[in-house]
């Protein structure tokens, strides 16, 4: 592995090479510009890179990183049959993520064979009736999970989630569980919706946009357009990061000529902050503790008019120390009445955050609190001022929109009902967390998972797989092979997908599909590109073969609806609020919005006011029987958080390099600052064993970590996800939210022992 100098900039030339690298590799070159050109326009597809909304400005519409996840979709590598008699289960289980995906898309579908220990090829209808049987064995409904991962269309979520429940449960375990679930809880409990307020019309009219815990650069990197027009305009971008990421520094926008082909690029932060891990929440509480001393005048008549709860989170913040702010945060006086002052003077302020905010225990308490801030300066249900939770999955929000969801509202059920004449089951289902305990305990004996890598995205990687191999019957609807087709004990299914990129044909023409971005505007998304495989179905005609083979094909005609995704719309038209019209709107082009009711300062709570949240600030970032084992450690303990490198999306490892955090053909590096590294005689490039805290006598442990000298917060540390999720223990989760504490995780560290080198990357 090399150590390069961290980037001086984000985007610029390197960007386009990379992007052309990545359509070179994907052996379509031809269909992949193509493609290129279609992404995010109307006609055209989304990209399955973020959620991040359109613009009609530019001509192109993609990033670097949305044609790295199109062109690893896109590429004319298969495996089928032959690949899966050469290598058993067991072999593959021992490969690692990246070359897992990397031997190309699966071509045909297949069932495990126990006896032998391989995948071997099965009818679609074979596997359905399988299925069927199964499924129809079970004691209760209750026993099968339905798992989603938010690429997912609306069309296929919703026909999914009517199958779960017409089969009789509401175990609808999904990626956002993982993701921005305390964004929804948050979002709800303060303003009574649990999405964003604002839309990408609104950052042209902010003069101040508050970034927390967000690696945009990497993650959303259409999102830096957008910071980019809004600092040369003279917009004041404020950044909240653990760590100093180039693209909240600076960024060169490669559709500019003269920041592409020269050194220039455009500041984007104003001001950038680096608090503790978990340490947001004191941050904001800070802020407001020194506005109120300074007598900050706030919007009354916005409190008056529009709130309820002052008095109480007055009183609150009051009782709040400052020590106990400075210690929590890291951050110093001057520093938290910088940021103060910032969003006091704004005129029109907007706060984004990702997962640096949503995934610690205090989650829920953080997000009320940025609420909390909006609601005292009237900062919210106006143009150019709101809240936006980036969403990370394309369509992960309307996923939710659709259904899956575990906890459905009373009022979807009742259309639903009103509309299909037949009960829904109303009892809450499982989360991803209660999920893989009911596998765990083997009181869940199936599993079905709509795209995704459950295997690898969920915490505690033994447990997990242990949950998973337990099942009785493991299905995976997937385009790429991954860790969640490799725990199986019994019998498993692979059944592969059409993409995204790809012409969805049945007799009654191609089909289109819809999602929702992080602004609730809806658009279609129609593949262009020929089938991989001859073999492979859509997502929606896999769904009712599954559906039609458990329940027949009445009182729901399944197959019927599934030969054209305009049926499944009328259907979500009928039962889905907001989507009335639904064929006829996602005509329009650039889709429809589907409105936000706290964006007109409409509060759907139950006092019909916004409420202000009263919170202490958590003693610690953990739990206190974590706090208690922690003690008496001898070496000191560490915070590490898992996050996303440049060469990633999610589980789909694209590649070794990090190229914004100069990290060069290596993942299992752990970022660390280096005056802590030296106090444990521990120095660059060391290989260290990385080992968490917890309550229970479990070890979980990784080793061969290559330690990396960082800008970072002392007594935190950095490292990616998923080779790290086998330290975060399965029961670490939120208060509220149950999302797996991926960015607070308490650790040690060992020198190596036998110097283990980095797992070398073999690509054949
Ligand atoms: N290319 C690419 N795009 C993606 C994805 C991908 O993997 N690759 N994933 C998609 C998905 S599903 C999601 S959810 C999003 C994720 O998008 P991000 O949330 O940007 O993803 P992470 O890499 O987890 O980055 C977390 C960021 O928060 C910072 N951070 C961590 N903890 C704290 C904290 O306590 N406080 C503060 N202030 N900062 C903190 C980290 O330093 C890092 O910059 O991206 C989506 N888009
Ligand atoms: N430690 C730690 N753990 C985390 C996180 C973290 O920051 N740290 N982040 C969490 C977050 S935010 C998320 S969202 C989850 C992600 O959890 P998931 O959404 O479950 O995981 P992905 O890696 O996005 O899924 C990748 C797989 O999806 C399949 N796939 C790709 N495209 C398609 C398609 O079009 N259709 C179908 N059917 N399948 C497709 C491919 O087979 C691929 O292998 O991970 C979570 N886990
Ligand atoms: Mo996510």
Redesign the pocket.
């Known amino acids: 592995m090399a150590i390069n100098k961290k980037a001086k900039r984000a985007g610029g030339f390197p960007s386009v090479t990379s992007t052309l690298a990545r359509l070179v590799e994907s052996r379509k070159v031809k269909d992949n510009v193509k493609n290129l050109l279609r992404v995010n326009k109307d006609n055209g597809f989304d990209c399955?890179g973020c959620a991040w909304g359109d613009s009609a400005e530019g001509v192109f519409q993609f990033c670097e990183n949305g044609a790295k996840a199109i062109a690893w979709?896109a590429t004319n590598k298969t495996i089928g049959a032959e690949f899966f008699a050469k290598h058993s289960v067991s072999y593959l289980n021992r490969q690692n993520d990246y070359w897992l995906?990397y031997q190309g898309r699966l071509s045909e579908p297949l069932k495990y064979n126990k006896s032998t220990d391989h995948y071997e090829p099965i009818t679609w209808d074979d596997a359905f009736a399988l299925i069927g049987k199964k499924l129809n064995a079970l004691n209760t409904p209750d026993e099968a999970e339905f798992?989603t991962?938010?690429?997912?269309s609306n069309e296929v979520a919703f026909l999914y989630q009517l199958f779960g429940r017409t089969f009789g449960t509401n175990n609808f375990p999904d990626?956002?569980n993982?993701?921005h679930e305390a964004s929804g809880v948050a979002l709800k409990q303060s303003i009574g919706v649990g999405k964003g307020t604002v839309t990408l019309a609104d950052f042209d009219h902010a003069d101040c946009i508050f970034v927390f815990g967000q690696n945009p650069g990497s993650n959303h990197p259409r999102m830096l357009n957008t910071l980019r027009k809004a600092s040369r305009r003279g917009c004041k971008i404020i950044a909240f990061n653990n760590l100093k990421e180039v693209g909240l520094q600076r960024f060169a926008s490669p559709q500019v000529p003269s920041e592409l082909l020269t050194d220039a690029a455009t500041t984007i932060s104003h001001a950038y902050f680096s608090p503790k891990l978990g340490g947001d929440m004191a941050v904001v509480r800070g802020m407001v503790k020194y506005l109120l001393e300074q007598e900050t005048p706030c919007d009354l008549a916005f409190i008056e008019q529009h709130t309820q709860g002052i008095d109480d989170y007055i009183a609150q913040v009051k009782a709040t120390d400052w020590s106990h702010i400075f210690d929590q945060s890291g951050l110093h006086r001057d520093e938290i009445a910088k940021a103060a002052q910032l969003f006091a003077g704004g005129k029109n302020v907007i706060s984004t955050w990702a997962?640096g905010i949503t995934?610690h225990k205090h989650s829920v308490a953080t997000i009320r609190e940025i609420v909390n801030l909006h609601l005292l300066f009237g900062q919210i249900g106006r143009q150019g001022a709101g809240l936006c939770p980036v969403r990370?999955?394309s369509n992960?929000q309307g996923n939710r929109t659709m259904g899956i969801n575990e906890q459905p509202p009373a009022d979807f059920i009742d259309k639903l009902k009103a509309r299909f004449s037949q009960p829904f089951p109303t009892q809450p289902g499982h989360n991803v967390y209660q999920a893989i305990h009911a596998l765990h305990k083997k009181h869940s004996k199936v599993i079905i998972c709509?795209?995704?890598?459950?295997a690898?995205?969920?915490?505690d990687s033994t447990f997990t797989h242990k949950a998973l191999a337990s099942a009785e019957l493991n299905v995976q609807?997937?385009?790429?092979?991954?860790r969640s087709h490799l725990q199986v004990s019994e019998c498993a299914l692979i059944l592969p997908?059409l993409?995204?990129t790809e012409i969805d044909k049945t007799p009654r023409g191609e089909q289109k599909i819809t999602v929702e971005d992080t602004f609730s505007m809806v658009h279609a998304s129609q593949g262009k590109s020929k089938p991989v495989s001859k073999h492979l179905l859509s997502?929606v005609a896999i769904v009712a073969g599954i559906a039609n083979a458990t329940l027949g094909n009445a009182p729901i005609n399944w197959q019927h609806i599934a030969s054209d995704n305009q049926r499944i719309r009328s259907l979500i038209a009928d039962t889905v609020f907001g989507f009335s019209d639904f064929n006829k709107k996602i005509e329009q082009p650039g889709g429809f919005y589907l409105g936000n009711s706290a964006a007109q300062c409409k509060w759907l709570t139950d006092t019909k006011k916004a409420m202000f949240s009263v919170n202490p600030l958590p003693e610690s970032v953990y739990p206190l029987i974590v706090r208690e084992k922690i003690a008496k450690q001898k070496s000191p303990v560490f915070t590490l958080q898992?996050?996303?490198s440049h060469d990633q999306?999610?589980?789909?490892v694209y590649g070794l390099n990090d190229r914004y955090r100069g990290i060069q053909g290596n993942r299992k590096v752990l970022f660390i600052n280096e005056t802590d590294a030296k106090r444990l005689k521990l120095n660059a490039s060391d290989k260290v064993t990385i080992t968490s805290i917890w309550h229970d006598n479990i070890t979980r442990q990784v080793t061969g970590f290559t330690l990396v000298f960082y800008d970072i917060p002392r007594g935190n540390l950095a490292a990616y996800?998923?080779e790290?999720?086998p330290l975060?223990p399965i029961d670490s989760i939120g208060d509220h939210s149950s999302t797996?504490t991926?960015?607070s995780i308490a650790v040690v560290l060992t020198k190596a022992q036998n110097d283990p080198q980095a797992i070398d990357i073999n690509v054949t």
């Open positions: 399955p979709e995906e798992y991962s938010g690429r997912a990626c956002s993982m993701c997962m995934q990370g999955h992960v709509l795209g995704g890598n459950i690898a995205a969920v915490s609807i997937s385009t790429k092979l991954n997908c993409g995204r997502e898992s996050m996303r999306y999610n589980t789909t996800y998923p790290t999720n975060v797996p991926s960015k």
